[in-house]
């Protein structure tokens, strides 16, 4: 019924469940992937640059996690998007709401918004439908 890949890369395993739960009470979602590190996630993506269909639309990325965070994800990303099969939005998700973070993340080009966790149903509502429309 879906027409939206949502991906969550986030160490925490709790956060991983909620987000879960939350995304698949959401019709417009069709496929939901989790990471708990952005090498696994890089790894993904860089595995599958030409099936649009295997890809996130909209990723929400954690800051800190173990193996390689969100940042050097991001490093990575940038190096392998021009081999991506269509547009990727990515969401910066922090506890932190310290302004270096989020100074930090906002320069990325191709981070479109920096969210603070805890992030609620309504708000992963919001950007999946501000993506679709």
Do not use: W
Not at 68 to 75: H, I, N, S
Not at 100 to 116: G, H, N, P, W
């Amino acid at each position: 019924m879906g027409n939206c890949n949502v991906c969550i890369i986030d160490d925490d395993i709790v956060y991983q469940f909620t987000a879960k739960k939350f995304l698949e009470k959401i019709s417009e979602v069709s496929k939901i992937m989790i990471f708990s590190n952005g090498l696994e996630a890089s790894q993904h993506l860089h595995d599958k640059p030409t099936t649009a269909e295997d890809l996130p639309d909209i990723i929400f990325l954690d800051i800190r996690m173990p193996v390689m965070d969100g940042f050097t994800f991001l490093e990575r990303f940038k190096t392998i998007k021009p081999n991506i099969a269509k547009p990727i939005t990515i969401y910066m998700v922090s506890s932190s709401p310290e302004s270096k973070d989020r100074e930090k993340a906002l320069a990325y080009s191709e981070v479109s918004e920096y969210l603070i966790k805890p992030l609620t149903f309504d708000i992963f509502k919001e950007k999946i439908y501000s993506f679709l429309n």
